[in-house]
């Protein structure tokens, strides 16, 4: 406020002038505001008295703009109320300070950066300089701000099979996605066609293959399972019924049929008659529990369940012991439940002549000529004990005189037989004395009996035998019951007839029913004994 001067009159002879400042003397004026000013003048003393002394100056304000400074620049008494920042103000205009924008705590991380801002009328300027976070990019660097650099992530490309996953940067550069290449669809629960499906097209789906089951169950087509190729059958198991077909493909035929396995009474007598219901030859029947075996004796049951109890077949009749000779038939008895061929006879000391095997060795009179009455067939070369081959030859040979043959078989008795080649059996034989064996009967067809034997004998004609009794018919050889009349003669296994020409023997003719021989597949042959 612009001083004022107050005149103060006094009732005395001396006139004091008071001057006064804008303030108080001696003291200053509390604004820092406008421009202070000096202080008034004294005033002049009256005639005749000494002028009073001046006042002192007090600070005067010089009104200015009022900014943001803190200090009360328009003297208004209100410091920074700056009529264009009705909110005030921000700062002291010329201060600085960091500045960041970014999230908290991303500042000196990566890429990001606190800045500088500067206070202009009263407000915070932009912040300069500052880095903040942004996308990030493939670059070496954390532009994001988040402690990581380049994490982009994965990338996918493709479906199934062909999908590829990646990283998206790798070393601060971009990584193309490149899905891999299709193949051929399998079952493996794999879209490896990369359509988008999987095991829609495995090209084995629909193949002929084998289920791994039985019966009808075994051929079926290939699916695919859950990604597992697997052959399902054409036939699918069934329950089993009696048909003779493996209806529940277990290998087994008829097993476990329903309606089987129960209890029954079979018409069978005995321990048979317990059975049970069974499917036998694609019919359900009652099939005995207990099979019939062979009678046993002395048990009073009926063993073989034919309603007779102990009826033992040949019991106390003549059985086989398994002996030899004449120990070989015993009588059937019982020994100790079971039927038992008990021996009779025993082996003899001796064996005479008798031709039985007395001494049960399978050797019957040893030492003994094996003898025998009429024509015998099958006969072992073995049998023939006492006899000694004197003339052998083939039905191909015709150059060997009778007189010959007969200087070597000399001995009082003549045994004829005939075989194939090599054979241990005489297909046809028999014997008698020597004289009756060679009676010349001519060409005619009466023969000479001996020993239950027809014998025939001519030098130029043919030489052989039939069983006593039986026609012949010497064509020159006896044809009868050959090929020649139609196998009609009878016994035409029990003849034997050899040509014979002009003193010596020819070649030919028959061995028993085979006849028209004249190859080197049969033998005749002559023992002699004494």
């Given amino acids: 406020m612009r001083g004022l001067v107050f005149l103060t009159f006094v009732m005395s002879t001396t006139l004091t002038v008071v001057a006064t400042g804008c303030g108080d003397k001696g003291s200053s004026s509390s604004s820092t505001g406008g421009t202070p000013t000096t202080g008034g003048t004294g005033g002049q003393g009256a005639t005749g008295a000494t002028g009073g002394d001046g006042g002192a100056g007090g600070a005067v304000c010089h009104p200015e703009t009022e900014i943001c400074d803190g200090k009360d620049n328009d003297c208004n008494g209100v410091a920074d109320d700056v009529p264009d920042l009705p909110a005030g103000c921000k700062c002291n205009d010329g201060a600085t300070q960091p500045c960041y924008s970014g999230p908290d705590g991303t500042s000196g991380v990566g890429t990001c ?169 694609q019919a359900v029947e009652c099939v005995s529990n207990v099979a019939p075996v062979s009678e046993v004796c002395n048990d009073n049951v009926d063993n073989d369940c034919n309603g007779v109890v102990d009826d033992i077949p040949g019991l106390n009749g003549v059985c086989d012991t398994g002996l030899l000779g004449a120990c070989k038939d015993g009588l059937l008895v019982c020994q100790g439940g079971a039927p038992t061929c008990m021996q009779t006879t025993f082996a003899a000391a001796n064996d005479p002549c008798d031709g039985v095997d007395n001494d049960c060795d399978g050797v019957t009179d040893p030492g003994c000529l094996y003898s025998f009455v009429g024509v015998a067939t099958n006969v072992p070369v073995a049998s023939l004990v006492g006899w000694t081959q004197c003339y052998l030859d083939t039905y191909s040979n015709g150059s060997t005189s009778l007189a010959t043959i007969l200087a070597a078989c000399n001995k009082p008795n003549l045994l004829m037989g005939c075989r194939p080649t090599g054979s241990a059996t005489l297909t046809v034989a028999a014997h008698a004395p020597r004289v009756d064996v060679i009676f010349d009967t001519g060409t005619g067809n009466v023969p000479h009996n001996a020993n239950g034997v027809g014998w025939y004998y001519n030098s130029s004609w043919s030489w052989g035998f039939a069983p006593q009794g039986d026609p012949i018919n010497r064509n020159s050889c006896d044809i009868s019951g050959s090929s020649l009349d139609g196998f009609a003669g009878p016994d035409p296994t029990k003849r034997i007839c050899w040509h014979t020409g002009s003193g010596f023997i020819n070649g030919g003719w028959r061995c028993g029913a085979s006849d028209s021989l004249g190859g080197s597949n049969f033998e005749r042959i002559v023992y002699h004994a004494n």
């Avoid at 051929?219 to 399902?232: H, L, S």
């Fill in 113 to 281: 950066l606190s800045g500088m801002q500067s206070c202009v009328s009263g407000a915070w300027g932009e912040c300069v300089g500052q880095v903040t976070p942004v996308k990030e990019k493939c670059d070496l660097a954390d532009d994001d701000c988040n402690g990581t650099v380049d994490d982009l992530g994965v990338a996918t490309c493709g479906v199934g099979a062909c999908q590829a996953v990646l990283q998206k940067c790798v070393d601060g550069q971009v990584q193309p996605c490149v899905p891999g290449q299709p193949t051929t669809e399998v079952c493996d629960g794999v879209d490896n066609n990369c359509n988008g499906l999987v095991d829609e097209s495995d090209p084995m789906n629909g193949a002929n293959c084998l289920s791994g089951l039985q019966g009808p169950c075994t051929v079926g087509k290939m699916t695919c399972d859950a990604g597992v190729p697997k052959c399902v059958p054409d036939v699918a198991p069934t329950q089993e019924a009696c048909d003779g077909v493996d209806n529940d493909c277990d290998g087994t035929v008829d097993n476990n049929v329903p309606g089987t396995g129960g209890a029954c009474v079979t018409a069978l007598p005995g321990p048979c008659s317990p059975g049970t219901v069974q499917c036998i030859n």
